[in-house]
């Protein structure tokens, strides 16, 4: 049901697929920038299984979900999983649900992190890959929650960054349906990065994943500014229909 939405409507460009086939079977965090609710998620599934299958860098031919990796989790806000029997169904399938320590039904909070959220993400670790989106938003250049740095010295899995673009221009901010088609998406899988998991700092973790995932404020120096504009102008929209309703 989804594959046309990166092999059809519109392209999916890969590079780095490679390295899923070298990794272990279990403990493996891949932590990325985040563009939609969903499909940012739903294309990493097709990407890691394809490439277990023996494909590079492609997913044509939808025959590798005949056979899929199913110890395959995501970390999700818990509010969010909730909300239709479309989401609720995702859930079911692979989602870890977290109760966000800052963020509840449009409003800001603060609130004390959910050890059984931690514990958790850790039995997903152990069981299998998880995927995580540590800004904890789908708002670019956002800070990187310190728990996910926290997870990675408490755990100690292999942590491999993804960077994603083009999801947010083809599909709604829910990533369920195609805005716009035509639209070139683009996946690039990283080698595991190098963590020292007793003696780096969670400061120093939290930069690595920045600059790993391209979210370093660093990097909006070198953005284009019709870029940012645009960005920006697609916010206001947004803000507007949800105040009009």
Known sequence: MTHQRYKGFNTLEIDGSEIIRDLPGTKVLFVSNHQTYFADVVAMFHVFNASLSGRADSIKNVGYLWSPKLNIYYVAAAETMKKSLLTKILAYV?????????????????????????????????????????????TPWKPLRKGTAHIIKKYKPVVVPVVIDGFRRSFDKKGLHVKKKGILQSMVIKEPLVIDYENDSVESII???EYAIEQHPSF??????????????????????????
């Open 207 to 209: 930069e690595k994943l």
């Open 94 to 138: 692979g989602s870890i649900s977290i109760e966000r320590t800052w963020r509840a039904e449009g409003q800001d909070v603060q609130r004390q992190v959910k050890m059984s959220d931690i514990s958790n993400i850790g039995r997903a670790l152990n069981d299998g890959w998880v995927i995580t989106f540590p800004q904890g938003t789908t």
């Open 220 to 245: 909006l120096k070198v953005i284009p500014q019709e870029e940012l504009l645009a960005y920006e102008e697609a916010n206001k929209q947004r803000k507007w229909r949800k105040e009009k309703a």
